[in-house]
């Protein structure tokens, strides 16, 4: 069976969000940290070179894979900042239509800017999703 790519590292949070080159985006990766953090209760760490995480869990599926992975997190990428969270975004669908502008995935969120969105139901929609998982994986 194979094992994720990515793991956690000691690479520094705030230094890799200073990399980030679009002044907007760096703004609103610092803002995310903290909702976030707020959100999981949980620090901020670098998984891989571009993914910042919070809290972790492990999994195991009925196929017999099985790993560790964040509980939520983001990226600042090219075109958006993707938000991860990791329980899926259907038992969340009615904050959904309210968070504003917005793209998603199945278990992802995209957004361009975060004034673009309301940061209160997005802190709500974390904090559901990490219950969620913190109740199906618990430690």
Same mark, same amino acid.
């Given at each position: 069976?194979?094992?994720?790519?990515?793991?956690?590292?000691?690479?520094?949070? @705030?230094?890799? =969000?200073?990399?980030?080159?679009?002044?907007?985006?760096?703004?609103?990766? !610092?803002? +995310?940290?903290? #909702?976030?953090?707020?959100?999981?209760?949980?620090?901020?760490?670098?998984?891989?070179?571009?993914?910042?995480?919070?809290?972790?869990?492990?999994?195991?599926?009925?196929?017999?894979?099985?790993?560790?992975?964040?509980?939520?997190?983001?990226?600042?990428? @090219?075109?958006? =900042?993707?938000?991860?969270?990791?329980?899926?975004?259907?038992?969340?669908? !009615?904050? +959904?239509?309210? #968070?504003?502008?917005?793209?998603?995935?199945?278990?992802?969120?995209?957004?361009?800017?975060?004034?673009?969105?309301?940061?209160?139901?997005?802190?709500?929609?974390?904090?559901?999703?990490?219950?969620?998982?913190?109740?199906?994986?618990?430690?």
């Amino acid at each position: 069976m194979s094992e994720n790519k990515t793991k956690p590292t000691n690479r520094g949070v @705030k230094t890799f =969000i200073k990399s980030v080159d679009d002044a907007q985006k760096r703004a609103d990766c !610092e803002a +995310l940290l903290d #909702l976030m953090q707020e959100a999981t209760g949980e620090k901020p760490r670098m998984w891989g070179d571009s993914l910042i995480g919070f809290g972790d869990y492990h999994y195991k599926y009925d196929s017999g894979r099985e790993g560790d992975w964040f509980v939520a997190g983001f990226s600042p990428r @090219k075109a958006n =900042i993707s938000i991860y969270l990791m329980c899926g975004l259907d038992h969340v669908a !009615e904050q +959904l239509e309210r #968070l504003g502008k917005h793209k998603r995935g199945k278990g992802c969120l995209y957004i361009k800017r975060l004034e673009d969105i309301d940061q209160k139901v997005l802190a709500s929609i974390i904090k559901k999703s990490a219950a969620y998982l913190k109740k199906r994986y618990p430690s």
